[in-house]
């Protein structure tokens, strides 16, 4: 059968597919026509927009349960757990733009909560499920690598935990890939596109921000690009992993794993806008860190502000792709209930220096914003507001990563 695989095709690992599958037998029992080959293209009927719909609500629950198991469990105060459900920046890219990005991060948060339980072949397992989901939960592979390591590799009780691990994390691997044994090298090259370039549309990372200025693509061959942005990547992440390996604990998991996300975005090969939801998926757990709480005249804030500082710019870092989906209303609408209820939290902190960074801060992205909305681009730049969000997204990401990577030393 010719099923036109350039259309057709996935660019995700061997669970996507099944998922795919799963949903397609479903559909095709609720009506035929939305799954025909070839005639069901460009399917746009109200029934079906509202089955596709119902599958992301859905998957959804996998997302944020074990978001509010894991804040729950640091925290006594229903405050995080507000501000977790009016946080805009999954919602849009899952409901707005069409994925499900939350089924992957799902996995990974199930496998950050059995780690914490002690649950070690159980959350290797539930990792690797990510990883066959979407390929960038690799973002996240070192940390659970060395926090599993750290504890166990000197002593003999701890080697028997790592070969159960191993044997886990090998016969995950083997399940999820032995109906593609035959056709794995198409699978992985589709997985890991380096043909399609150092980096997609204007994104907020580092090599988006230099291109501005030295055209890095257009000087170096995709093999040294390649090489270039493997030992820069490394360079930035491993710090703070090496340190989880000698310090191992559920705090300092969690700064590793938003470092190592973070690092990823800012340095890797080939990063998409919204791949900035996986060091977010981590960081909103922070809502509830209380050394990182605001405090004037005694009054100690409700959440902690990096974590919704960083939040806010990673939904503004998204604007680009939103708007191109025809998002406006809903990114609006999604980002004034998450600085209301900001502004809520905070507002007896006005005085507070970070709190007034953070102001400023969203006050140049409100900027951006009317500067886009009334002034056009000239046209020897018709990207310039892309460029713009891209570099003042970019330079937010770089100072939130050396704080993150601070936090992780001094905590």
């Known amino acids: 059968i010719n099923a036109e695989y350039g259309y057709w095709g996935l660019d995700y690992p061997?669970?996507?597919?099944?998922?795919?599958?799963?949903?397609?037998?479903?559909?095709?029992?609720?009506?035929?026509?939305?799954?025909?080959?070839?005639?069901?293209?460009?399917?746009?009927?109200?029934?079906?927009?509202?089955?596709?719909?119902?599958?992301?609500?859905?998957?959804?629950?996998?997302?944020?349960?074990?978001?509010?198991?894991?804040?729950?469990?640091?925290?006594?105060?229903?405050?995080?757990?507000?501000?977790?459900?009016?946080?805009?920046?999954?919602?849009?890219?899952?409901?707005?733009?069409?994925?499900?990005?939350?089924?992957?991060?799902?996995?990974?948060?199930?496998?950050?909560?059995?780690?914490?339980?002690?649950?070690?072949c159980l959350g290797s397992a539930l990792f690797c499920l990510a990883i066959n989901y979407k390929q960038m939960s690799l973002y996240h592979a070192l940390p659970f690598f060395f926090f599993i390591l750290g504890p166990r590799y000197n002593s003999m009780a701890g080697f028997r935990e790592l070969v159960k691990v191993g044997v886990t994390v090998i016969a995950t691997f083997a399940l999820c890939w032995a109906p593609f044994a035959s056709t794995a090298g198409d699978v992985v090259t589709r997985m890991f596109p380096f043909n399609r370039g150092l980096f997609e549309d204007k994104v907020a990372n580092v090599w988006c921000s230099v291109s501005v200025v030295v055209k890095v693509k257009e000087l170096f061959s995709r093999v040294v690009l390649v090489r270039c942005a493997l030992f820069l990547t490394l360079v930035s992440v491993l710090p703070s992993q090496l340190l989880l390996f000698r310090e191992s604990s559920h705090s300092k998991f969690l700064l590793a794993l938003t470092n190592s996300a973070l690092g990823f975005f800012l340095c890797s090969f080939h990063v998409h806008e919204k791949t900035i939801l996986i060091p977010l998926a981590t960081i909103v757990l922070l809502y509830s860190d209380k050394r990182t709480h605001v405090q004037t005249n005694g009054h100690v804030g409700v959440v902690a502000l990096p974590a919704v500082w960083f939040t806010t710019i990673a939904t503004f870092s998204m604007w680009p792709l939103l708007l191109k989906d025809g998002l406006c209303i809903m990114y609006i609408a999604g980002m004034g209930l998450y600085l209301t209820t900001v502004y809520i939290f905070y507002k007896n902190h006005i005085r507070n220096k970070m709190l007034l960074l953070f102001i400023l801060s969203v006050a140049g992205c409100a900027a951006l914003h009317v500067l886009e909305l009334f002034v056009p681009p000239p046209n020897r730049y018709p990207h310039l507001y892309p460029t713009l969000n891209a570099l003042y997204s970019a330079g937010h990401f770089s100072l939130f990563f050396c704080y993150f990577n601070y936090r992780q030393i001094v905590d």
């Open 14 to 120: 061997p669970l996507t597919a099944l998922h795919s599958h799963v949903l397609g037998h479903v559909a095709g029992h609720i009506n035929q026509s939305w799954v025909q080959l070839h005639k069901s293209r460009g399917q746009e009927s109200y029934e079906h927009k509202i089955f596709m719909r119902l599958t992301v609500l859905i998957s959804e629950i996998l997302h944020l349960t074990p978001l509010f198991l894991l804040l729950s469990s640091t925290s006594t105060s229903i405050y995080p757990l507000i501000l977790l459900s009016v946080t805009p920046s999954q919602a849009l890219i899952d409901h707005g733009h069409f994925q499900y990005n939350n089924i992957s991060l799902g996995l990974t948060l199930l496998a950050v909560l059995a780690l914490k339980k002690h649950r070690l």
